[in-house]
């Protein structure tokens, strides 16, 4: 896996390794959770964050992570490399060379704060409601010190 650059040629990909990887692992969201984010995540979210993704070595996207003010704002693998040290990959790039301190998980997620956990994230607080006001709490993250 080769960590790099993208651009908004490569949204679509991105967003099918978006949607791929929800279903897989956000089992707290019904499909038409799923189908209403989609046209959000592809035509506003990626536009606003710093994105690096994980191409394989043909090029192809198998994972993504965006960035903005020092926050990881979404990480997302596609399903058949998860367990693979692609996000892993993402995160420390994300941590090392895009000052990444903070990321916010679904509660509902276990695997994710497991996985941030592992990482050197700690959870420092807690909403009822994600950043739409829908009911999936979200734990706030941050990195430990010397993590």
């Known amino acids: 896996m080769i960590i790099r650059d993208t651009s908004p040629a490569e949204f679509d990909a991105i967003t099918d ?5 929800v279903r897989a692992t956000h089992h707290f969201l019904s499909a038409d959770d799923i189908v209403a984010l989609r046209p959000l995540v592809r035509g506003e979210f990626l536009g606003l964050v710093d994105l690096r993704v994980a191409a394989d070595g043909s090029d192809v996207v198998r994972g993504f992570a965006g960035v903005a003010d020092g926050k990881l704002e979404m990480l997302f693998v596609a399903p ?24 916010d998980v679904n509660e509902q997620n276990p695997d994710a704060v497991g996985f941030y956990e592992h990482m050197g ?23 430990r010190a010397g993590g």
């Not at 390794?17 to 990887?21: H, I």
């Not at 994230?121 to 990195?143: A, K, S």
């Open 121 to 143: 994230f700690e959870v420092v607080g807690r909403t009822p409601v994600d950043g739409q006001g829908r009911p999936f709490p979200i734990l706030q993250m941050r990195l």
């Open 17 to 21: 390794v978006w949607e791929a990887s």
């Open 80 to 103: 058949d490399v998860r367990g693979q040290g692609v996000g892993a990959a993402l995160l420390r790039h994300a941590v090392g060379c895009m000052g990444v301190e903070r990321v």
